[in-house]
């Protein structure tokens, strides 16, 4: 009987231990050592496996966990990396299901992540801490915080609202957490945070977006990204790089860096090997349907798509249902010039322009919403003249292409019909 498809699940401990499909990608972990970046963020389209290589990373160095079954057989064990399997404290955060509207909200979602972890790590210190001990004294006053707080409108009793969170607590929360960790085990901490930019993409053009990163966000990862002693290295996935100034060390990886270019989508041999296992052909249908991306030059397939083709084999749109393409539809609010080398690229299918990947957020201009479009995933770049910062770019794929013709209908009718009601 063939392995199930793990469509949906980005959980790597539930793929293994239940026997799902698999595509080894465990030497990023041999890639992530020998890096020896201090921060790093990892930017890629949604789901195009971002949660499921971080909880790889977790479950092989948490050492509160025992995971050589579930390593058993992949290629990290094969090298002499496999010894620091569950070697290192770490601190795992994924936001990648937080949706808050205004500053409250996105506070509350922040805040829900992170107790979680403080409670996690509160379990793990009790039997052996003093907490009135100077060196876990503010881990704890977080904790008992923490503790207290509900999504509720009330107060009653000991109860309190997110509001009543002190702010400069919230932002010295996940320092403080490190601190705690590494004094505990005598190690440095290994920090993993997942879709870190999701709040901000969500309303970035919100005055909320705008107050959040700026009094709230930016210095929460701050405190814990520069000058911590107490961190050995942290990794951030997301879509877009988001400047903070708080954060200014960081090393961003993005779909035109060589490294970890091959760890994110399927590679065509993956691709070949999957659709194999299920008695399918990788053909020129399914390459031009949700192959045609370039990451730093090695060809790379939509997983999505193929695992939802692997399981369904009918050739139609998988990924691009998956979200309401909010980030694409910011193309209708930029200036002629952009619109005008969009419908282009529409035509002709590519097109040379210059483009900036740092995010549209915050910085929205025609060349980070180019770069917006590729780091999403609905660009992807074939070359590039670094000499005058020249980007040829293309539409990946027919599933990208009949979305793009399909908003561009749509908005030229919005616009007729607004013409004629004027």
Known sequence: MAKALPIGIDSFRKIRENGYYYVDKSLMIKDFLDFKIGVSLITRPRRFGKTL?????????????????????????????????????VIY????????????????????????EYFRCEEILREQVDFE????????????????????????????????????????????????????????????IDEYDQLLIKNYETESCETFSKEIYGPFLGHALKGNDYLKQALLTGIQQVVFPEVNNLMD?????????????????????????????????????????????????????????????ELKSYWINTSTNDLIRTIFQADAYFHK?????????????????????????????????VNAGYLTVTHVDYHIMRFTVRIPNNEIKREFESIVSHHTKSSSDEMIEY
């Not at 948490?62 to 090298?79: K, P, R, V, W, Y």
């Open 53 to 89: 290589n971080m909880t790889m990373l977790r479950e092989f160095f948490d050492i509160c966990q025992d995971s050589a079954s579930i390593f058993e057989g992949l290629n990290i064990m094969e090298t002499e990396y496999a010894s620091q399997i569950n070697s290192r404290p």
């Open 93 to 116: 955060l994924t936001l990648k299901n937080c949706s808050g509207k205004t500053v409250e909200m996105m506070k509350n979602d922040l805040v829900h992540t992170l107790k979680s």
């Open 133 to 192: 001990t100077s060196d876990y004294h503010e881990f704890y006053s977080i904790f008992r915080v923490l503790t207290k707080i509900t999504e509720g409108t009330e107060n009653k009793g000991s109860i309190l609202k997110i509001s009543q969170m002190p702010d400069e607590m919230l932002k010295r929360s996940l320092v403080v957490l490190t601190q705690a960790l590494a004094k505990f085990y005598d190690k440095k901490v290994l920090l993993l």
């Open 341 to 373: 080398n969009f419908n282009k690229l529409i035509a002709n299918g590519h097109l040379a322009i210059r483009l900036n990947m740092v995010s549209f957020i915050g910085l929205a201009k025609t060349e980070t919403l180019w770069g917006l479009l």
């Open 253 to 313: 990886y993005t779909v035109l860096s060589k490294k970890y270019s091959s760890y994110f989508g399927l590679t065509t041999k993956e691709t070949k090997e999957l659709l194999e296992y299920y008695d399918l052909e990788l053909d020129e249908n399914i390459a031009s349907y949700y192959g045609g991306y370039s990451f730093s030059g090695i060809d790379i397939y939509n997983p999505w798509s193929i695992l939802s083709y692997a399981n369904e084999k």
